[in-house]
């Protein structure tokens, strides 16, 4: 029989051994994805395949596995049956406001105590580990194994540590480096990751991620852990762990804590309880991937009640990317009064709901929150933000608002402060991963929401805990401020380019990050230039590609509290641009990606109510699509439609604009520029 397509993965437990196998099969609920779970050889295997036209073969053969610290060996015991699961439930400021959740179960029960769930969903298959052996008692984990290994040499997109020296110490912003797993650095990578099988894709990633580290990746050859691999070299990926913290420093720039020394074990709690969902995702289409739910599925539901209305999501017009540049004023633009006044009345003007003070409204060397500088009065500032209808938003850092938590949680919500905006974390440990939860615990009982930024990517916290509206772990918009150009050779000839390739990442990290949550990639750059003429610049910075690329981003991302990166001066020049943008939605009802190859375009729809959303990117190449509108349902909508103009290719700014009626019926050729995009609003007549 020609095989065709096949995912398996088996499993290897550390801390156990069985003397019987035992085995037990099970589909996915629509019977695409078959799963076989057993114990054979005292090891706990699981693999997953698809048969497709009835061929099938092997992609990759794993193992993954736990140590608990003075936890001896046991044996499985006699596998649960297969149990159905569906229940429909609502979702905040997600990308989808409700969804059936809807999967088969089965449980491996060991003698110790040290148990694995497995589901199978439509759209991939997850695990994780469960104890039913401490009580009360204090355990500690020493290692946690989950190898991912390939039977053949695919090509890997890997986002890496920007850290050589201290690789687990970063911001988790990287653009994707695209190679065969033989030829991956020798670097942790973090998630989530995505292996091209050729016939389907595979995306590593995880969630419900708390009270314990987060997951690296490293590249290794060895052994598959089953027959018939047992004796072939498999090229893989291996987890890696943070250590728990033994001690600290701070970084006396913004007092920034950072991890000095680790202890030899990985993890520590006290009772029984779940760890991490570890999925993998498949998707046999491009387009299935920015629109994978399982990230949030498995996440733990809202540990928040009562009327949730004070967790509103919008737009913020934004201090930092454009270094408070505004110009054409009475008075010297900065940290200062009249500055943030300026703002919010181009917020109020504008219908946008927030302001966001970033960094300098305390002064970071002394990492006391509770102390302004003399040039503001933040009460004045939040009293005449709130007489024009927009709030204020507070940046700190992460390790500040811990210490001075319950303080600054009840000063600043008393003031009339909406929420913070919390930097550099840059640490996935188990102590981080706690304050993160705490802040988030003692924010909501505030009214306070957040916006995590410097931090790893979404990992089920934003359904857990909803007031954290937004997640960076995102090459975003800052990176141009500081992105150099080089020489390359390219077919035999010396190119002179940006050293970052911004619209390749954008028409990329909307397939692998956008899977597990919210980007806080902070868009609207008004100053736009073709790959020939971007330069860095860092007082008024430009971005790559075109201004329709720009406005797409608004539609495409997924960000409920999303920043208009640049200054009021420049919006105000681009007024027809900024008042497209300012009346955009920031949460919907439906997302589609209608149309996109992963690193060359990508086209996503997105409903709320009556009307819908449509954009498209693409990356440095010129391309026209014909859109298909047969995602509307029946009847005719009025079209506004922003499109790169004839000379985006020569002049980055340069866009045009068609309105006219459409309906479901209708295909639209759409030219896409260098580097360009287009954004439309479709509103149903």
């Known amino acids: 029989m020609q095989l065709r397509k096949f995912f398996l993965l088996s499993a290897l437990v550390l801390c156990s051994a069985c003397a019987i196998a035992e085995e037990v099969r099970f589909t996915s609920p ?23 036209q009835g061929t099938e073969s092997v992609y990759a053969v794993n193992s993954i596995g736990m140590q608990f610290e003075g936890v001896k060996e046991g044996k499985y015991l006699k596998p649960s049956k297969v149990k159905r699961v569906g229940e429909s439930f609502k979702a905040l400021n997600y990308k989808l406001s409700d969804f059936r959740d809807e999967y088969n179960v089965v449980e491996m029960r060991n003698s110790n105590g040290i148990n694995v769930e497995f589901r199978a969903y439509n759209s991939g298959v997850a695990y994780r580990f469960f104890t039913t052996r401490f009580g009360k008692k204090e355990w500690r984990v020493n290692v946690e194994q989950a190898e991912f290994r ?27 480096d695209v190679a065969p797993l033989s030829q991956s650095k020798s670097l942790e990578a ?48 291996v987890a890696d762990f943070a250590r728990y913290p033994k001690t600290f420093d701070y970084y006396p720039w913004r007092v920034q804590k950072y991890v000095k020394e680790t202890e030899d074990f990985i993890a520590c709690g006290k009772g029984d309880r779940t760890f991490p969902w ?69 917020a109020s003007r504008q219908g946008l709901e927030y302001v966001v003070l970033d960094e300098g409204w305390y002064e970071p060397k002394s990492g006391d929150m509770l102390t302004v500088i003399p040039q503001l009065n933040l009460p004045e500032l939040v009293d005449y933000a709130r007489g024009k209808g927009v709030g204020i938003i507070l940046w700190t850092v992460f390790n500040v608002l811990d210490r001075q938590l319950e303080e600054s949680c009840e000063t600043y919500s008393r003031m009339g402060i909406k929420g913070f905006k919390v930097d550099f974390l840059d640490r996935y440990d188990q102590e981080g991963v706690d304050m993160i939860y705490r802040i988030a615990e003692r924010c909501a009982k505030s009214h306070l929401m957040l916006d995590y930024h410097g931090i790893f990517a979404p990992q089920g916290i934003t359904r857990t805990y909803p007031n954290v509206v937004n997640f960076e772990a995102v090459f975003g918009m800052e990176e141009v401020k500081w992105t150099e150009r080089e020489t390359v050779t390219v077919d035999g000839r010396n190119v002179n380019q940006p050293s970052k390739d911004m619209p390749l990442y954008d028409v990329t990290f909307p397939f692998i990050r956008g899977m597990v949550g919210s980007t806080d990639f902070t868009p609207g750059g008004m100053r736009n230039a073709t790959k020939a003429d971007f330069q860095p610049v860092y007082n008024n910075p430009m971005t790559m590609g075109t201004r329709c690329h720009q406005m797409a981003h608004y539609i495409v991302h997924e960000s409920p ?48 109510g009556d009307r819908w959303y449509l954009a498209g990117e693409t990356n440095w190449d010129a391309r026209t699509l014909q859109l298909d509108l047969s995602f509307l349902p029946e009847g005719d909508y009025q079209m506004e439609l922003f499109q790169d103009g004839p000379n985006a290719g020569k002049d980055a700014t340069d866009y045009s604009v068609v309105s006219r009626t459409v309906s479901r019926t209708t295909r639209l050729d759409v030219a896409m520029a260098s580097g360009g995009g287009f954004a439309m609003k479709l509103q149903r007549k």
């Open 30 to 52: 629509d019977g695409r994805l078959n799963v076989q779970v057993s114990t054979d050889g005292g090891r706990l295997q699981y693999s997953v395949s698809e048969t497709i």
């Open 150 to 176: 390939f039977t053949s040499d695919h090509v890997a997109y890997l986002p890496y540590s920007t850290n050589e020296k201290n690789p687990k110490a970063m911001a988790f912003q990287a653009t994707y």
């Open 190 to 237: 973090f998630l989530p990751a995505t292996v091209d099988c050729r016939t389907a894709k595979v995306t590593i990633m995880e969630t419900d991620v708390e009270a314990y580290p987060g997951m690296f990746l490293l590249h290794k050859s060895g052994k598959g852990a089953m027959a018939p691999y047992a004796d072939k070299t498999l090229e893989g990926l």
């Open 278 to 346: 570890r999925i993998l995702a498949i998707t046999h289409s491009d387009t299935e991937m920015p629109v994978n739910t399982l990230a949030y599925q498995l996440a733990s539901p809202s540990r928040i009640g009562g009327d949730l209305s004070w967790i509103r999501p919008g737009k913020v017009a934004w201090d930092w990317w454009n270094d408070w540049g505004i110009s054409g004023v009475p008075f010297k633009a900065g940290i200062n009064q009249d500055t943030y006044k300026y703002y919010i009345d181009f």
């Open 561 to 608: 509290l999303t920043m208009l990166a640049d200054n009021p001066t420049a919006y105000m020049r681009n007024q027809r641009c900024t008042d497209f943008i300012s009346t955009l939605p920031t949460v919907f009802d439906r997302m589609l990606c209608t149309q996109g190859e992963m690193g060359r375009y990508i086209v996503i729809a997105r409903q709320k």
